[in-house]
């Protein structure tokens, strides 16, 4: 498919991995359109901290102008780097104490998502539709897509890209043999506001960067600290003044997860508070350091979350309707690189669609080299997240067992330390 004239894309969907691609490309002079379904800017004010790893921060280095690039670092919170694993007694096995890189566009961070969202979407005013929400699409004579929204508007692009998120309408529509299937396993997550007094009360080591907690057997705790930080020199210039401010206090984010066939009970039914004393009563028997943690989280901000995750499927015939993200390689939150493959989709993505642009490529060309690259690297971290939380909530204490030998022996012989750590996030 030759295009004569300037491209045109059309975006499905305002997440993480959407707004990168519309940075980049309206970065690039390539006209595009991002259609979100919130009513507002301010409607995702949802989610935890995330974690950026070096292949997410390089997206966001190439995406992003250079005054925003510098304003995610800015806002970026302590704990961003290293890894630990413990027991449920507090047995440090291996602490994974990561270094800066000196490199900005190539190193680890962590990050609220509501501050991430609204550093993508502060150089786009112009581009996002608000309340847009995608219905279907069709195929012009001439080779253009007309994509249909829910309330009756149209428009017609030459590449339409559905980044709608794991129930994608665009995947639904142009992949209905994709699945995404409930894994059985379940989480429940809570959020430990840091106070001055709450603070104290904490062990100093959980408020070092993020931890894994590695009971006998079935289940599994993760905890990750985000700790906000104002520059001394505030908001950079041309940016919305408070934008590095998230709008609640700095935490400490836990996820109890477990096969949903360990409760006697249908989590799905239970309030927040009903959560939060399950989470509590499952860690009976545990140090008091981690018991408290959860304990005294505000039973509110408790929330279940089911794992599903996508199934990888074979190459299909490229067209000028394309995937990205969770839209295509939706993936369990155990190996922490949902995003960030998301956000390398949209990195290379825009890299071909600019190339397609300036006639360095045909479209369908460009296209397949990303579907063909992004399929390879995307269903392998479907792999690879959907193994990490299955082995987090095995049951059998002689695998456990020797998986806590296994972190241990790192700890004692740093080569293999820092070979483990190199490939956590990646």
């Given at each position: ?42 409607d ?43 027991t ?15 490199d ?85 997550a ?24 590695i ?5 599994t ?180 067992t ?18 483990m ?6």
């Open positions: 498919m030759a295009t004569n004239t300037p491209l045109r894309v059309i975006v499905a969907g305002g997440g993480i991995g959407g707004l990168a691609l519309a940075n980049g490309l309206r970065r690039a002079g390539v006209a595009v359109s991002v259609h979100e379904r919130e009513v507002r800017r301010t995702r004010l949802q989610g935890f901290r995330i974690h950026i790893n070096p292949h997410g921060s390089a997206a966001l280095s190439e995406l992003l102008s250079p005054t925003v690039f510098d304003a995610f670092v800015a806002a970026s919170g302590k704990g961003g780097n290293g890894f630990g694993f413990l449920e007694q507090f047995d440090r096995l291996v602490d994974f104490a990561a270094t800066t890189v000196g900005t566009s190539a190193d680890h961070y962590g990050i609220s998502r509501i501050t991430l969202r609204a550093l993508l979407l502060a150089e786009l005013a112009d581009i996002v539709h608000y309340g847009s929400t995608f219905d279907r699409y069709e195929h012009r004579p001439d080779g253009r897509v007309v994509a249909h929204f829910a309330d009756g508007t149209t428009e017609v692009g030459d590449v339409l890209v559905g980044a709608d998120g794991a129930s994608s309408r665009v995947r639904n529509q142009y992949l209905p043999h994709a699945e995404r299937v409930d894994t059985g396993i379940v989480t429940i809570g959020k430990y506001a840091l106070t001055d007094h709450s603070r104290t009360r904490l062990d100093p080591l959980l408020l070092r960067h993020p931890w894994s907690v009971p006998p057997s079935g289940c705790l993760f905890i990750a600290p985000h700790e906000f930080s104002t520059p001394a020199d505030g908001t950079p210039d041309g940016l919305p003044p408070g934008l590095l401010f998230d709008d609640s206090q700095s935490y400490v984010f836990w996820a109890f997860a477990a096969r949903r066939t360990r409760f006697d009970t249908d989590l799905a039914e239970l309030t927040p508070a009903q959560l939060h004393a399950t989470a509590t009563r499952t860690t009976t028997g545990w140090s008091p350091r981690l018991r408290r943690l959860v304990a005294e989280s505000d039973p509110t901000s408790t929330t279940l979350i089911p794992i599903k995750t996508s199934v990888p499927i074979p190459r299909w015939t490229t067209t000028n309707v394309t995937l990205l993200g969770d839209a295509v390689h939706s993936m369990t939150p155990f190996a922490g690189i949902g995003a960030n493959t998301a956000l390398r989709d949209a990195q290379l993505l825009s890299r071909m669609l600019i190339a397609a642009d300036h006639r360095e490529h045909g479209l369908l060309d460009a296209i397949g080299t990303y579907e063909t690259a992004m399929t390879d690297y995307g269903f392998a971290a479907v792999r690879t997240s959907l193994a990490t939380a299955e082995r987090s909530v095995a049951d059998g204490k002689l695998g456990r020797i998986g806590k030998l296994a972190l241990r022996t790192a700890g004692a012989v740093p080569a293999v330390k820092r070979r750590f190199a490939d956590l996030g990646a």
